[in-house]
């Protein structure tokens, strides 16, 4: 018997919503994988060493991966109205910042490129230390002043208000209202040695338990409740309808035009390598 895939993602609500079925074996057809729970830092790390089968990474990951890994055309998050958030603990305005610590979850998050593209125009002179933190210790952090701002990703978007804080700028407005695509968040990914049938067989798995997922939500609700960093069923919905949409089930032209521009606007700004675009298909 082959051994089991092995496959690293958040505890977030839109991860273990969307991964659910196919994690318990109930995708008829696939073999449950072998899964591990990770902060998004890590699982981009990992991906960068190589280490696992299936990875949920930042597509601001992928340029430094593609060569060994392959973009899965669902699973992932991408959508609208769904962008990374910039907290402060007074309102201010985006040039104050010039200078100050800002915490992000992840230096390779999409996240922190969609940061460093808004904050190119909006902080004249830039910021000073850039700080890493998992993304549930970041508004901690910027209430208690240890961090001048923080950039937040998961349900840090419901519940900021609970920290007294002030949201400075949404990556997303800005993304959209620059581009009109869709902001292009979180990745799944594949090793290409398992070959073109096997991954072809891996996007019918994930898709099949997307389905599985929409078609039960009930079915889900322990798991996603059981990993959660914010335990309220509540936030927990709130997060699942926002980034489990459309292009989780499948990227098509829309959501592929959003991950070529994000990555080809990041290049030029010398943010990170350029990438082949046949690697992308």
Known sequence: MAEPLRIAYSP???????????????????????????????????????????????????????????????????????????????????????????????????????????????????????????????????????????????EARFTFQRYGLHRLADMGEAWEAETGLPIPLGAIVARRSLGAERLRELADSIRASVRHAWDDPSASRDYVLAHAQEMDPDVADAHIALYVNEFTADLGTEGYAAVRALLTRAAGEGLVPAVDPGLLD
């Not at 593209?117 to 508004?139: D, N, Q, S, T």
């Open 12 to 154: 977030c609500p839109n991860d273990t919503f969307v991964f659910h079925a196919w994690a318990h074996g109930l995708v008829p057809g696939a073999d449950a994988p072998e899964v591990e729970f990770a902060d998004i830092d890590i699982t981009n790390g990992l991906a960068e060493r190589g280490e696992l089968d299936v990875l949920k990474i930042s597509y601001g990951q992928l340029p430094w991966v593609l060569e060994e890994y392959a973009l899965l055309p669902c699973g992932g998050a991408l959508g609208r109205g769904c962008g990374p958030l910039v907290l402060t603990r007074e309102p201010v305005d985006p040039a104050a910042l010039a200078g100050r610590t800002v915490a992000v979850p992840s230096e390779r998050s999409t996240a922190y490129l969609l940061f460093r593209l808004w904050a190119a125009k909006a902080v004249p002179g830039g910021f000073g230390e850039i700080v890493v933190l998992p993304f549930h210790e970041i508004m901690p952090a910027v209430r208690d002043g240890r961090v001048d701002a923080g950039l937040v990703i998961h």
